[in-house]
């Protein structure tokens, strides 16, 4: 029974790139979270995401970040034009159906993507 | 907003000894609270959870701790440190509705 996966688990870019980070929950999930860990600063929550649709984003910064779930596939938290700040571990969640409410909010982590930007 | 303070950035105890590390909430309504480990480029896992009842919780490896609502505290310990146990511990918290709130973390070192 496959755990949360994350791909890619390293990924470098330039400056003014962009990153793309995918999240596959674990089996049976249908709720996906992203949280963004910088060093000595513990794990920041960023967004909440059920499929095709975005329960809160309240920790997603204003600009260059986006994340979707969609019907097929993983969910995938995007980047746009990379700043050195950026550089951070990424991780994702997951949690069964029904969400925080049904699950006391519980969650299921994947290994991590680090994203180093140059 | 809800919000969670680990006392203690790095903690260092002698292999054998009692580990205590320190976690506290703010919080009008008592949350769910969390501890998980993180051992060195994976991800974090669940250590134990406190959600309603018996307020000692007992985790995986010898980990356990205890809600204290009158002190908002739920610190985790372990009688006996093991070098295996050396990792980063995260205290978290969630009112049940909300995402959870993670606190800085702890880095245990153990020393032989």
């Known amino acids: 029974n496959a755990g949360v996966m994350q791909n890619p688990r390293h990924l470098v870019r330039r400056r003014g790139q962009e990153a793309r980070l995918r999240c596959s929950p674990m089996?049976?999930?249908?709720?996906v979270y992203w949280y963004r860990q910088l060093p000595e600063e513990g794990l920041k929550f960023m967004v909440y995401?059920?499929?095709?649709?975005?329960?809160?984003e309240s920790g997603m910064p204003k600009e260059r970040f986006s994340a979707e779930f969609p019907k097929e596939g993983p969910s995938i938290l995007r980047i746009q034009q990379v700043v050195r700040g950026d550089s951070a571990a990424y991780f994702c969640?997951?949690?069964?159906?029904?969400?925080?409410?049904?699950?006391?909010?519980?969650?299921?982590f994947g290994e991590g993507s680090r994203l180093t930007v140059l | 907003a809800q919000s969670v303070t680990q006392l203690g950035s790095h903690v260092s105890v002698s292999e054998g000894a009692l580990v205590l590390l320190r976690c506290n909430y703010s919080?009008?309504?008592?949350?769910?609270l969390f501890w998980y480990v993180q051992y060195p480029n994976q991800g974090l896992q669940l250590l134990l959870k406190y959600t309603t009842g018996a307020t000692l919780v007992k985790g995986i490896n010898g980990f356990e701790a205890e809600f204290k609502k009158s002190e908002t505290s739920f610190h985790l310990t372990k009688p006996s440190a093991h070098m295996s146990d050396a990792a980063e511990y995260f205290c978290a918290a969630s009112l049940g509705n909300t995402p959870l709130v993670f606190g800085k973390g702890t880095r245990l070192s153990v020393i032989a």
């Open positions: 969640a997951s949690s069964p159906p029904g969400g925080l409410f049904a699950n006391t909010g519980e969650l299921f």
């Open positions: 089996k049976g999930h249908s709720h």
């Open positions: 995401l059920q499929k095709e649709n975005i329960i809160d």
């Open positions: 919080s009008s309504v008592p949350p769910y």
